[in-house]
């Protein structure tokens, strides 16, 4: 149980254009989700917060017209990178926080999407 | 804002040996503390949690000691395997908004 899913699992894209990133949770209902990024070797940086049905909350220093988070039901939420330039390249990871009762805190990962824009 | 700090950074050991990677927080308000493993190329996989009101879980050779008066945490793992050879982060979070703060990983080599 409690599987999250990615789609697409690695996108190449040109200058300028969009990209847009979905993920889901398969077996169980998430109200939240969360968008990370991750460079080589380094640790996952938290870009947003996703809650269904509202405006998502972004980190310090993300660029919220860049990185568009919709949050349209509570299996799906999707991360659409915005005339994507090459420094926009990165590993982008979702995890949805299970309703479970008594898990209610515990984030569960999708497999993540490589990016790379040329 | 919290912060983590997870040591160390790299660590070798041999097959059937332990290995142990601490973190230390520093928001006394965090209450979950779960241990990630990555795969290169993957998503973080979920391996043990734990929440403030216990002291040690175990979980077949995977253990994890939260000590709340000196804000750190360990993951323990016994009778390593070569399959154990991953990137291992540690996060804390509170009820207050329910992030997670990572700490920075440590890139775990099992040699057989």
């Known amino acids: 149980g409690a599987v999250v899913s990615q789609h697409p699992s690695w996108v190449i894209c040109k200058s300028g254009t969009s990209v847009k990133i979905e993920c889901r949770s398969l077996?169980?209902?998430?109200?939240?989700m969360f968008w990370y990024r991750q460079f080589p070797k380094q640790s996952l940086m938290l870009m947003a917060t996703s809650n269904e049905g509202s405006k998502a909350t972004y980190e310090q220093g993300v660029e919220k017209d860049k990185f568009l988070i919709n949050h349209a039901s509570l299996t799906l939420s999707t991360l659409t990178v915005t005339s994507a330039h090459p420094e926009d390249s990165s590993f982008y990871i979702c995890?949805?926080?299970?309703?479970?009762?008594?898990?209610?805190?515990?984030?569960?990962f999708g497999p993540g999407t490589r990016l790379t824009v040329l | 804002g919290e912060n983590v700090e997870q040591h160390p950074s790299t660590l070798s050991v041999q097959e059937g040996d332990s290995a142990v990677i601490k973190c230390t927080y520093s928001d006394s308000a965090s209450n979950y503390f779960p241990w990630y493993k990555q795969e290169l190329g993957k998503g973080p996989q979920l391996i043990i949690d734990i929440r403030s009101n216990v002291g040690e879980k175990k979980d077949q050779r995977i253990a994890v000691t939260l000590n709340k008066t000196a804000k750190h945490f360990s993951l323990h793992i016994t009778e390593t395997q070569p399959e154990d050879s991953a990137v291992y982060f540690c996060?804390?979070?509170?009820?207050?908004?329910?992030?997670?703060?990572f700490g920075q990983g440590t890139e775990l080599s099992v040699k057989p």
């Open positions: 995890s949805a926080r299970s309703g479970l009762a008594g898990r209610t805190d515990t984030q569960y």
């Open positions: 077996d169980f209902q998430a109200t939240t």
């Open positions: 996060a804390a979070s509170s009820n207050q908004g329910g992030k997670l703060i």
